[in-house]
């Protein structure tokens, strides 16, 4: 399947493996494994890179078979997760990036395009999740206060 924006084809991502079950060599205990998802979301990490870290750190390939929860879902259970979801928020600290270096740079014709793209990906991500209830329904888009989310 083509990209969006692309002509291009690209490369598909990683795959998880084709079975859920819990490797026997994984020592955490569930209630184990969620302590850790909130200790390191006190800390100020989001919930990929707490996915990253437990991953890397402490040998969990993932999360959702030993728990049967996913860690955002953790999150929300205890009340800890963001009011902005981390992809949306990423896409906004790029817009703000971008915008920085127009600023500077006016004729970088890319760098223009790039904006256009990134506040198309901002648009479909808010009316998705306004359609999931994870935004409110009057939350806006708007560019010139967009720096206050993202600060």
């Known amino acids: ?17 084709a079975r859920k079950v819990k490797p026997t060599w994984i020592s955490y205990k569930p ?5 850790l ?9 989001t919930a990929s890179q707490i996915g990253l870290l437990l991953r ?10 030993i728990t049967g929860k996913s860690i955002s879902e953790m999150l929300k259970d205890k009340g ?43 648009k479909r991500l808010v009316k998705y999740y306004k359609g999931k209830k994870v935004l409110p329904q009057d939350w806006k888009y708007d560019a010139k206060s967009i720096r206050l989310y993202a600060e």
């Open 1 to 17: 399947m083509a990209r969006m924006y692309s002509g291009k084809k690209g490369k598909s991502g990683s795959k998880k493996p």
């Open 31 to 35: 209630k184990e494994v969620e302590l």
């Open 37 to 45: 998802v909130l200790k390191l979301a006190k800390d100020g990490k």
């Open 56 to 65: 890397d750190a402490y040998g969990i390939p993932s999360v959702k078979v």
């Open 80 to 122: 800890v997760s963001k009011e902005i979801p981390e992809d949306l928020m990423a896409l906004l600290k790029k817009n703000i990036n971008v915008r920085k270096h127009l600023e500077i740079n006016k004729k970088d014709e890319v760098a223009k395009r790039g904006l256009i793209l990134t506040e198309s990906k901002i």
